[in-house]
């Protein structure tokens, strides 16, 4: 008796495959080639015309049709029934021992690529000490950075920043805090009548790539303030000069936005490019005398999240980062080598801030707290946390210039004042509930702050929180830097930079 190679039955009409010399039952096989055109066992080609019908002796009876399905139409309606899943079944299997077969190898590669990767690992940490032994033998001292991009050092301290920075850090402290308690605002710096005065002067269109657009991060410069540096979504710092309307630097290196840009800018040391991006590196840029272009000096890759905060240290030798991965870093931005990492906090970090005088550190978490460190121990000196309300992150922070005050967002729609002497929050400003903080700064007299959102940007006065202006021309404001003696407010707005200022 034959028995059918797709349903295991004895066939009533049995047929055998040329190409595969395979018994089937007739109807499954002419569905089977009807769906599929191949043989269901061998995988072959296989046409109608290759189907041999099989004589079968008269001596060998059919299967006798089961006797509880004796009405015609029951019984075909059935058989097709049965058809379909047997088919069904068949195709099942045959998916399943592919995909175990693929399984298998994907397996087998991964785990032939974790050995190779533990064995570099290994020759590489072998290679380190080995040379670190040779040095110690021969008395050299580690190697500098050399002018060329190299990656900064990932040994991190985390028992504190060494003495000498700390000297540096409590020298400044001492002449910075000494000289802000006699200082007042300049006569000429602006006062609140006159911004509210405040329109658009000037708007530097078409920054940046059409695809993805928008920039995403501006800072201004001090030194000379017609230049400012713009970090985009499409993963480039462009260095721009309002006065001649030129692009002055576009940097390129970065594989995913740009979060953050600042300048280091120093009397008697060459001013620093300095990017944060979402790609969990920071690059630094500074000007080549020979070529006159910028050059990449230095890459820090120590951190295994997106850079959410950069900072230059009031000392100016000192850059200070966080990431999405629960730590922040020192690095000391004349030999480029890293100072200091801190342990891993229980949450991530999403914004940073230095105080005014170089010894406090906050940072925001997607917590709503805001911590904040000694910077030169590494040790938390509080922890801010607002009201009971709707969680939000805090992915944005101001320190006032007089050192007292930390503005802050306090909900989605609404920013706080907080007094560091009290450790509490002293004022709450509500934007309304369609505006969408992106960020916060005190000007440089803590006259004045101001907030950047999806509606534009508005400007207040510190102490009476009276509203001064409203800066919605451009639409959503992603970043906000009050220029020189206050005269001018600087916006990124899309792929535009708008300066506002005193009407002509």
Not at 76 to 81: I, R, S
Not at 105 to 130: C, F, P, T
Request: glycine share 6%.
């Amino acid at each position: 008796m034959f028995f059918c190679a797709i349903s295991g039955e004895p066939p009533q009409e049995p047929v055998v495959s040329a190409k595969s010399g395979k018994v089937y039952e007739r109807r499954l096989i002419l569905k089977y080639i009807t769906e599929n055109g191949t043989d269901p066992v061998t995988g072959d080609k296989l046409d109608e015309a290759d189907l041999i019908a099989i004589k079968a002796s008269p001596e060998t009876a059919a299967p006798r049709p089961p006797s509880h399905t004796s009405l015609p139409a029951l019984l075909h309606a059935m058989q097709n029934e049965w058809d379909a899943i047997i088919l069904e079944m068949y195709a099942l299997k045959q998916q399943y021992n592919s995909t175990r077969q693929e399984l298998s190898y994907a397996l087998y590669s991964q785990d032939a690529a974790s050995r190779v990767v533990a064995r570099l690992i290994r020759e590489r940490d072998a290679a380190r000490e080995a040379l670190a032994n040779v040095q110690a033998t021969m008395g050299i001292a580690p190697t500098e950075a050399a002018a060329d991009d190299v990656e900064m050092a990932e040994g991190a301290a985390e028992d504190g920043l060494p003495a000498a920075v700390v000297a540096s850090i409590d020298e400044t402290h001492q002449a910075l805090s000494a000289a802000r308690k006699k200082r007042k605002a300049p006569p000429e710096y602006t006062t609140s009548a006159e911004v509210k005065t405040f329109t658009a002067k000037h708007t530097i269109p078409s920054l940046h790539s059409a695809s993805p657009t928008g920039i995403t991060a501006l800072a201004v410069s001090r030194h000379a303030p017609s230049q400012f540096l713009t970090g985009g979504n499409d993963k480039i710092v462009q260095l721009y000069d309002r006065d001649t309307d030129k692009v002055l630097a576009s940097l390129k290196g970065h594989t995913k936005k740009i979060n953050h840009v600042a300048l280091r800018e120093q009397e008697g040391n060459s001013t620093l490019l300095i990017s944060a991006s979402a790609d969990k590196t920071c690059k630094i840029w500074s000007l080549d005398s020979a070529s006159q272009e910028y050059i990449p000096r230095s890459t820090v890759r120590t951190h295994k999240g997106d850079l959410t905060g950069l900072a230059v240290h009031p000392t100016s030798t000192l850059l200070a980062l966080c990431s999405a991965d629960k730590t922040y870093s020192i690095h000391d931005l004349n030999t480029f080598s890293q100072v200091f990492r801190s342990v891993p906090s229980d949450e991530a970090f999403t914004s940073m801030s230095i105080h005014p005088d170089g010894t406090l550190l906050a940072l925001g978490t997607p917590a709503s707290t805001i911590q904040i460190y000694d910077i030169r121990t590494g040790a938390i000196a509080a922890s801010l946390t607002p009201p009971e309300g709707v969680p939000f992150t805090v992915h944005t922070l101001s320190f006032s210039e007089n050192g007292y005050h930390l503005l802050s967002p306090n909900s989605l729609s609404s920013v706080a004042i907080w007094d560091l002497r009290k450790q509490k929050a002293t004022q709450s400003i509500s934007l309304g509930d369609d505006f969408k903080v992106n960020k916060v700064l005190y000007d440089t007299s803590a006259q004045f702050l101001g907030v950047a959102g999806n509606l534009g940007a508005r400007v207040f006065a510190h102490k009476t929180w009276e509203e001064l202006v409203r800066l919605d021309e451009g639409g959503e404001v992603s970043d906000l830097v009050f220029g020189n003696q206050g005269k001018e407010i600087w916006g990124a707005t899309g792929r535009e930079v708008r300066i506002w200022g005193l009407p002509a």
